[in-house]
DNA sequence: AAAAAATAGTTAGTATACGAATTATTAGAT
DNA sequence: ATCTAATAATTCGTATACTAACTATTTTTT
C-alpha cells in the first residue's frame, strides 16, 4: 500500500468514527454532532445569522438549514426574521434548547478530547499543525472558496433585528 | 480556540475538501469518488463480495450497496449470486466498467497526492503516522467494531461461482 | 428613479452514510 | 435430523452534505 493511502484510510477512519460517534450521540442523548455543533454556536452568539453559523462550523447554508429545520421542529431553536433587513434570519435558543445544551454530552469524540488533553503539549501542538498542513494540501484551488475564518470574530457586530 | 477545536477544524476542512472534490469528479467524469473507489476495488479483485469492499474501503455494507445500485444501473457492474454459497454476491466489472476505470482521474484528492509525493520521505511518514495516532484516539470502544483489516490479504481464497 | 448586482435563506434533487430490521441461506449444536 | 446461530446482502428510515435554482430583499450602478 501506498503511504498516501495508508493516510487516506487512516483519514476515512477518522471521519468514520466521528460519524459513528455522532450516530450514538443520538440514540442516547436525542440529538446529533451537528445539531449540537449549531446549538452550542446559537448559545455563544444569540441572534446570529445562519450565514455565520455556516461559516464558523464549514457547512453549507443549504445544510445548516437542514439542521435548524429540525431544531426548531423539536423546539430547541427559534426563527427570528429581523426587521431591519428582512433577508436577515436571527436564530435563538428555546428555554428547552438553553436545557438541553447544559445537559448534553460534549459534541464530538469525547474520548477523542480526553486523549488529547492528556498529551504533551508539543505534541498537542504537532498534531494540530499537521492536520493543518493537510488541511492546507488538500485546498488546492479551492482555495478562495473557502476563505479563512476567524472564529470568534464574526460576532462583534449586531447583525440583526 | 482550544487546540483540540482547531484540530476538529481542520479535520473538518479535510473532510469537506474530500466531498467538494467528490462532487467536482462527479459533474466531470460521472463518478463520484466512492464509486470510483469501489469500481477501483473491484477491478482489483474481481468476482469479491459486498462485504470485503465494505471493509477495506472501511464503508458499511448498506452503504457500498447503496453504491452497488448505482453502479449496476449505469451498466459498470455486474453482480453474480454465488452458486455454491447463494448468500453470497460476487462483483465484476463490465466491458463499460473497465474503460471508465481506465480513463478515470484519480478517485480522490489528486492535488492532494501530488503535493503528498513531492514531499521529502520523512515527511511523509510523518503525516501518516500522525494520522493514524489521531484515528486510533478516535477509536475509542469502538474498537472491536472496527476489526483491524490487511487490505490484500482478503481476497487470497476464490470466494464465488 | 429604474435596472442590475449582490446577499440571505430556502427548496429541490442527489449521493453518501449509518443502524436496525428483513430475507435468504448456510453452518453449527443438540 | 432438526433447531438454532451466524452470515451475506438488501431494504427502510433518517441525517448529513452538497450545488443549483429560486424567492425575497437590499445595495449599487447607471
Known sequence: MQKYEELLVSLRKVT????????????ESGLTSPQLIVLKEIAQHNGCMVKDIAQSINLS???????????EARNYVIRERSLTDKRRVGLHLTEQGKTVIENAPRPLQAHFIDRFEKLQEW???????????????????DIDAAPLLEVGTLYDVTQSE
Chains 1, 2 share one sequence.
Open 16 to 27: 468514520r468514527a466521528i460519524g459513528l460517534y455522532s450516530k450514538k450521540l443520538s440514540k
Open 61 to 71: 447554508s443549504a445544510t445548516v438549514t437542514s439542521i435548524l429545520d429540525r431544531l
Open 123 to 141: 505534541e498537542q501542538t504537532q498534531l494540530v499543525s499537521t492536520m493543518q498542513r493537510i488541511a492546507s494540501m488538500m485546498d488546492a484551488e
